[in-house]
């Protein structure tokens, strides 16, 4: 594996230029590209190799019409006119698939029925997961405009009416129109966000 520093070129890529998207271009987004996301991200890291985080792609206008209702108003428009809007969810029983992540010790039975852990780690690990995704997207030569103005409730009710999954954020995804962007906002500077012990 190499140890050289990523490009500037590569930092500039995913985080230093990379923006959030509000508006998009009609351009589509292909299968493959989605597919190529996911066989990236899955690799980042989470603990025992837990993996909870699902992704349900919304491609077509069907499926998106059946998110909009769950968003906040402003948030409508964005999802609407995305190529894809992902939803990043989490599983409640990843657990279930860890004697074959981690097959050299019994992880499973460190979660069966402790419903507060489940939940911490799922969260969490998918939280950790949905960044990753963010990156291998941008990675991919798409923009990304996550969101979590939506009402939860009703999407894992539309989406995931079994309760076994649920959603974490939303994530549109595309080639996005900077035509009509702000400025970039400013960050916190090392000293207001940092502490060296």
């Not at 206008?61 to 939803?87: D, G, Q, Y």
């Not at 992540?101 to 029925?113: E, K, N, T």
Request: proline share 7%; net charge neutral.
């Amino acid at each position: 594996m190499s140890t050289e520093p990523l490009s500037t070129a590569g930092l500039d890529l995913l985080l230093r230029k990379a923006r959030t998207f509000y508006a998009w271009k009609p351009e589509p987004v292909s299968d493959a590209i989605l597919h190529e996301i996911y066989d990236n991200f899955k690799f980042g890291p989470t603990s025992f190799n837990c993996s909870p985080a699902r992704v349900v792609f919304l491609r077509t206008e069907a499926a998106k019409a059946r998110l909009l209702p769950a968003l906040m108003p402003v948030n409508v428009e964005k999802s609407r006119t995305a190529p894809v809007v992902a939803i990043v969810a989490y599983d409640t029983e990843f657990y279930e698939k860890l004697p074959r992540l981690v097959p050299h010790f019994d992880a499973r039975s460190f979660f069966v029925g402790k419903e507060a852990l489940i939940q911490e780690t799922a969260f969490r690990n998918s939280s950790l997961q949905g960044a990753y995704f963010i990156l291998a997207a941008r990675a991919a030569g798409l923009d990304c405009g996550p969101m979590s103005g939506f009402d939860a409730a009703k999407v894992n009710a539309e989406f995931f009416p079994d309760g076994k999954w649920k959603a974490n954020f939303l994530c549109n995804l595309g080639h996005g129109d900077a035509s009509n962007q702000h400025p970039r906002a400013p960050r916190l500077d090392f000293e207001e966000a940092c502490v060296l012990l």
